[in-house]
Each structure stands twice: as C-alpha cells, then as structure tokens.
C-alpha cells in the first residue's frame, strides 16, 4: 500500500524529573544523539506543556519515579487514561522487584536504575522511540486503510470476503446468487476504490483496516 502518511522524523524526549543535576546531565547526553530534548522538574510541568501543545509526533518519556507531587508511575498512569501513547522509560534510584513489575504492567517500555549507565540509557531511548514510530505509521496505514474500505458498497464488501475466503469469481457468484459477471464488475471497481493494483495489495489493505 502506498501514500501511507508518516509522523514527523525529528524525535523528542520529554524528560520529568525533579533533580536539576540528574535532569541537565541525561538531557545534555541526551542531545549528542541528536535527540530533542524538552525537560520538567515534575508531572504537573509536564501536564501542563502537554495541555498547551500536545504530545510530539514521535518520542518517548523518561520519567523519574520518586518526584514530588507526582510518582513517575502515577504520571504514567495518568497520561495513559488522557491518551498519550509515547512509550514510557522509569528511572530509580530505589529498584525493587514490585516496582519494576508494576512499571511493566501499566505499559512501561523499560526500567533503569540510577546511576544509568549511558550506553544503556540510550540504546533504551532510541529502541523506545524506534517502538513508537513503528506504532504510528502501524496507526496511519490503519487510518487510511479504513477509509479506503469505507468507500466500498454492501455487495462490493461481499465480494471482497470471498476475495479473502480465495473463491474464484464462479464460486463467489453461486455464494452471493449473481452472475460470474458481476463478481468480476464488482471487483474491478474495489480494486479501484481500494487503490490496489494485485490481490496482495486488496488483503493487505483488508488487514491493514482490521488492525485499527
């Protein structure tokens, strides 16, 4: 399928956490990856930048887990319940086994004990963000792909189910009570609708559509 719309390709990582040292050192390292970086001393900064501006495109969070006001697990929680889908990195200088699992259950994508070691810091920045993109563009093929298949009619979305059940137009034609024919009319012109020039093309779209 193609013409498949891309969120932007510039990165940002929104960085809470409540130690000014902790908070300038990660952004700065950070930045030597060409990452953006928009940093908060707690959630409800954060919160608040979100409200004002909405989420970027593509990125991911590195939330500390001990801030005041505001947990780092609370806060995941928290934007979870609004919407936000950036994946989630905790940081803790205070690891535990129910912590850690915790993290997980709500959706973290990692879980890193402080001092981080930056080698790792990054690797688990980068594949969070890598993750995320995966997820949008995932989420524009679905979007387009339902639009797509919302152009066909009643008939056309029958006879595209016995595209994908692989009925030749005869069978489909015995299935549905309409001439060979017709089957092949109807096809022709989901082809045209779905924009797909192959079967592969039709039942990619089909499952593209499915996933949303």
Do not use: N, W
């Not at 299935?175 to 020039?197: M, N, P, Y």
């Not at 093309?201 to 089909?206: F, P």
């Amino acid at each position: 399928m193609t013409g498949v719309p891309t969120p932007s390709l510039e990165p940002a990582v929104y960085l809470v956490d409540d130690d000014d040292a902790v908070r300038d050192a990660l952004a700065f390292l950070l930045s030597t990856v060409g990452l953006t970086v928009r940093t908060f001393p707690d959630g409800l900064a954060l919160e608040r930048a979100l409200d004002a501006e909405g989420p970027p495109d593509v990125g991911c969070l590195l939330l500390d887990i001990r801030m005041p006001h505001i947990s780092g697990l609370h806060l995941q929680a928290r934007l979870q319940a609004r919407g936000v889908d950036l994946p989630v990195i905790l940081l803790t200088g205070h690891a535990d086994v129910d912590l850690c699992r915790r993290a997980f259950r709500q959706g973290a994508a990692d879980f890193l004990s402080k001092p981080v070691d930056e080698t790792e810091l990054l690797e688990a920045v980068q594949r969070a963000v890598r993750q995320h993109l995966r997820g949008r563009a995932r989420h524009a093929a679905s979007q387009q792909a339902r639009e797509r298949l919302g152009r066909l009619t009643a008939r056309e979305h029958d006879v595209l189910r016995s595209l994908l059940d692989g009925q030749t137009s005869k069978q489909a034609a015995r299935t549905l009570g309409i001439s060979a024919r017709t089957v092949e009319t109807h096809r022709a012109s989901l082809f045209t609708k779905l924009e797909a020039d192959s079967l592969a093309g039709v039942i990619r779209i089909a499952l593209a559509g499915e996933d949303g």
